[in-house]
């Protein structure tokens, strides 16, 4: 069973559509991270987060620390926001778990 | 600000061959990580470096693979002799001080095609 488990695996939605991935992990952590993935490989890191909830344009992070969960919400979703997103943990011992990721298709 | 360089960015090679791949990180950027990511599953840590010093390599192959961040700036990681199974991508990360709460900055990576 992986540390980091991510749901749902592959989502497709219309444009313009709530979209939320949701992130469970069974470690103890000091950060999670969610990182966004586009064909060719490149990676960008989106969001770091250690507790609450950030915001950045239509992208949103949640963390529920005693819960070990972690949502990342995208507000009117566009076809540009199609790739991979994939959730991150950082344990206090430096180790890090990496989920499998979720494949986001959005359709115009 | 120019991101984490990577080279080269494809690589075919047949097993028992050597390869080595090269990462340029962000200036000034003291932590560099090098991550193994196979087709489908989420990227695995293979080693990060502090400076010229290794942190953490617990995950990495040293039967085969090698790494090193000399001067530490940039960084070579080396595998000899290859494996089918280390077909994957190779992505490189910096980040500014290796602190828990950093941002990790990533490179395109590297596709690695062992035949």
């Known amino acids: 069973k992986n540390e980091v488990e991510q749901s749902p695996q592959n989502l497709t939605a219309q444009e313009g559509e709530f979209i939320t991935i949701n992130c469970s992990y069974s470690?103890?952590?000091?950060?999670l991270h969610w990182l966004q993935q586009h064909p060719g490989g490149g990676i960008v890191s989106l969001f770091m987060?250690?507790?609450g909830k950030k915001k950045h344009g239509r992208l949103i992070a949640t963390i529920n620390i005693q819960e070990k969960h972690s949502s990342l919400h995208i507000t009117a979703s566009h076809p540009r926001d199609s790739a991979v997103y994939i959730c991150?943990?950082?344990?206090?011992?430096?180790?890090?778990?990496f989920g499998t990721g979720t494949s986001l298709t959005v359709i115009p | 600000e120019a991101g984490v360089a990577q080279s080269p960015r494809y690589k075919i090679i047949e097993k028992r061959q050597s390869v080595a791949f090269w990462c340029n990180p962000i200036?000034?950027?003291?932590?560099l990580y090098w991550y193994q990511q196979i087709l489908g599953q989420g990227p695995k840590l293979l080693i990060q470096f502090q400076n010229n010093g290794v942190v953490d390599d617990s995950q990495l192959p040293k039967d085969r693979f090698s790494a090193e961040r000399l001067k530490g700036v940039d960084s070579t990681l080396k595998i000899q002799p290859a494996k089918l199974e280390d077909s994957a991508v190779y992505l490189c990360?910096?980040?500014?001080?290796?602190?828990?709460?950093?941002?990790?900055?990533f490179g395109p990576g590297t596709r690695l095609t062992v035949l």
């Open positions: 987060l250690s507790s």
């Open positions: 991150a943990v950082r344990s206090p011992g430096n180790q890090f778990y």
């Open positions: 990360a910096s980040s500014p001080s290796g602190q828990i709460t950093d941002t990790q900055y």
């Open positions: 470690v103890g952590i000091s950060a």
């Open positions: 200036s000034g950027h003291a932590t």
